[in-house]
């Protein structure tokens, strides 16, 4: 065999444990990369950058069949979406009612008709019911009762009717 032949084997053999070695450290590197990606635990990542280093490609594979389904970041923005959708559901009021879904800026509840919230005799705003000013044009407003019965605007005064507790109160103190 001719020399020159020779140095073009020992050549060709130099160039292809360099390129297999690359890519040896390549998937090593690219799994341990991953696995950073998918999982906090250093102990984790180093067990799969030394799986990958003595399986090589079966090794890789073996990892990709095992590793963690959803990256951090990933999991991270289901969280944040997931918070943010139980925040909706929670600052959605619900009727007192009948407990069923209603709007900010409606006054009554369409299912049961519950008094929800009554408008400013004066400006239209719309009132929590026990609020007996208008927060925006400080019109002092017809109080309603809690429970929501009363549902008239009217910028007359009502006289109000005796607190049932007090009245009760009254009674216990009569029967003694
Ligand atoms: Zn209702
Ligand atoms: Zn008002």
């Known amino acids: 065999m001719p020399d020159s032949l020779n140095d073009i084997l020992l050549v060709a053999t130099v160039f292809a444990a360099v390129v297999i070695a690359a890519?040896?450290?390549?998937?090593?590197?690219?799994?341990?990369?991953?696995?950073?990606?998918?999982?906090?635990?250093?102990?984790?990542?180093?067990?799969?950058?030394?799986?990958?280093?003595?399986?090589?490609?079966?090794?890789?594979?073996?990892?990709?069949?095992?590793?963690?389904?959803?990256?951090?970041?990933?999991?991270?923005?289901?969280?944040?979406?997931?918070?943010a959708l139980l925040q909706e559901i929670e600052e959605r009021p619900s009727c007192p009612g009948c407990g069923q879904r209603v709007q900010h800026n409606w006054q009554a509840c369409p299912h049961c008709h519950h008094r929800l919230k009554k408008a400013c005799v004066n400006c239209d705003y719309l009132l929590e019911l026990p609020w007996n000013i208008c927060?925006?044009?400080?019109?002092?407003?017809?109080?309603?009762?809690?429970?929501?019965?009363?549902?008239?605007?009217?910028?007359?005064?009502?006289?109000?009717?005796?607190?049932?507790?007090?009245?009760?109160?009254?009674?216990?103190?009569?029967?003694?």
């Not at 341990?32 to 998918?38: E, F, P, T, V, W």
């Not at 309603?144 to 009760?168: C, F, L, M």
């Open 23 to 83: 890519f040896w450290l390549a998937i090593v590197m690219w799994a341990y990369r991953d696995m950073r990606s998918r999982s906090r635990d250093p102990l984790a990542q180093f067990l799969v950058a030394v799986l990958v280093f003595l399986l090589n490609v079966p090794g890789l594979f073996i990892y990709i069949l095992l590793r963690p389904r959803e990256t951090l970041s990933a999991a991270y923005e289901r969280s944040l979406e997931e918070e």
């Open 135 to 176: 927060p925006r044009c400080t019109v002092s407003q017809v109080s309603y009762t809690s429970d929501g019965t009363i549902a008239t605007n009217s910028r007359h005064v009502q006289p109000s009717e005796p607190d049932p507790i007090d009245a009760k109160w009254v009674a216990s103190q009569q029967l003694d």
